[in-house]
């Protein structure tokens, strides 16, 4: 398993718990955050990347889960499991707000998630979220720097 998906891994674990919790205390981010790292890998150096993409998908949650809304019409949020929804929150935050992450691997990383951790059909309800959620992305000229960039590498 390589260091950042690792590391997203342990994102998703936080937003997990914290969503079980309901966000109701979000000073227990970093509590969760800590303890995620402990229990999973006490030893590795992520660079603070865990604790600042949980903070930063719940900073941006309600625009979020509007996403999800508007490209799963029918699964409602809280029907969703909760592990198919942190990882598309977390997907979709690499996705639309995270200028560092080329849109495919945001999308490919989730997939990866779902397969991993949810149910047998979550791998592919991450596929179509995340790819309708992408593009609207592109017909609506909001494309990332960096897939812009990519694009115009090739």
Not at 11 to 34: H, N, S, T, W
Not at 86 to 110: H, Q, S, T
Not at 114 to 136: E, H, I, P, Q, W
Request: hydrophobic content about 40%; some cysteine.
């Amino acid at each position: 398993m390589s260091n950042r998906h690792l590391s997203r891994t342990m994102v998703m674990q936080c937003l997990f718990e914290l969503d079980f919790q309901g966000y109701a205390k979000p000073e227990r981010i970093d509590e969760v955050v800590k303890y995620i790292k402990q229990e999973f890998a006490p030893d590795f150096d992520d660079d603070g990347y865990v604790a600042k993409q949980t903070h930063a998908v719940i900073d941006k949650v309600d625009e979020i889960d509007a996403l999800l809304v508007k490209f799963a019409p029918e699964w409602p949020i809280s029907e969703m499991t909760n592990t198919d929804r942190n990882i598309l929150r977390l997907g979709a935050y690499e996705l639309k707000f995270d200028e560092k992450i080329p849109a495919k691997v945001a999308i490919n990383e989730a997939i990866e998630l779902g397969k991993t951790f949810g149910g047998d059909t979550s791998g592919k309800f991450v596929n179509g979220v995340l790819g309708a959620v992408y593009r609207d992305m592109i017909a609506s000229g909001q494309e990332k720097k960096v897939d812009i960039d990519k694009k115009n590498e090739k």
